[in-house]
């Protein structure tokens, strides 16, 4: 078996979730994880437009906190596989926990695949969160908040992938999920009906699904951070058999074309609205 550090040390993909920042009052504050997996911790407040914000596709388990003073909760969101709307309130603060990719922590007895699209309450889900829920909803500064749930996690595990869907995380995170199936084969050993077999019990799709989202992260990454972007190259790059797939295809995950995207990234200064701590 190996640990979800390997995994981190080979992904190339940084999740991203480009509109819970741009829904954010101000500041969308972030802070690094000491626990392996863990990928970072975020808050935020929610302005207007966060009422019709999405979650984008991203491989990963959220715990999301709402600190709304007369009624808080916590929601533990699986990844989605296409632009759904999270449900934000305006003037509410959220903190959230997101996990490595794929990574599923031993504090929720559930299937892989039932995470996936699905949502489901913290405390339903893990009734021992309850000391930990009621110190994050009631700090009122976000490195308080990080602590609380580091030293809750610090005595928690996840998980751990098989050797096989190890390498084929690693592989696909590589080639920016710009794969041929029949290539896990040959890299591999197995037949492709055992690796999809194994991935969708420990990572809760098909590998295709999961292909799917790296492209998605990848054009998101590229998008934000390079200063010009064609996206007919970027289409190539990413193995779309024309332009106009990758253009659909973005849409449907993103909820917006990759140019109104862009022009919105710029627009907002988005890089510069994310603090790190």
Not at 233 to 243: E, K, T
Request: proline share 3%; hydrophobic share 40%; net charge negative.
């Amino acid at each position: 078996m190996l640990s979800v550090s390997v995994i981190d040390q080979v992904s190339c993909i940084h999740s991203k979730q480009p509109w819970f920042v741009l829904s954010a009052e101000q500041d969308f504050s972030v802070s690094p994880s000491f626990q392996p997996e863990i990928s970072h911790y975020y808050r935020f407040d929610a302005d207007k437009s966060a009422e019709t914000a999405f979650a984008i596709p991203d491989g990963c388990v959220d715990i999301v906190f709402d600190c709304d003073e007369s009624n808080p909760v916590a929601r533990v969101c699986g990844t989605t596989l296409e632009a759904t709307n999270p449900e934000f309130i305006h003037r509410h603060r959220y903190f959230g926990v997101r996990f490595e990719t794929g990574i599923i922590s031993d504090l929720f007895d559930i299937g892989a695949e039932d995470l996936v699209e699905h949502q489901f309450n913290l405390l339903d889900m893990a009734p021992k969160a309850q000391k930990m829920f009621e110190q994050v909803v009631d700090a009122k500064c976000f490195s308080d908040q990080v602590s609380v749930a580091e030293s809750f996690f610090s005595s928690k595990g996840s998980r751990q992938f098989s050797a096989l869907s190890a390498m084929v995380i690693r592989y696909i995170c590589e080639q920016k999920g710009n794969i041929r199936l029949a290539d896990l084969e040959e890299l591999t050993g197995y037949t492709l009906r055992t690796i999809q077999r194994l991935f969708r019990d420990e990572i809760g799709m098909s590998p295709k699904a999961f292909c799917r989202i790296i492209r998605c992260q990848s054009a998101i990454y590229d998008i934000n951070h390079k200063q010009q972007v064609v996206f007919s190259d970027l289409a190539c790059d990413l193995g779309f058999s024309d332009q106009s797939h990758f253009l659909r295809e973005f849409k449907r995950l993103v909820s917006e074309t990759p140019l109104r995207y862009q022009n919105q990234v710029k627009s907002e200064a988005y890089l510069n609205r994310i603090r790190y701590y």
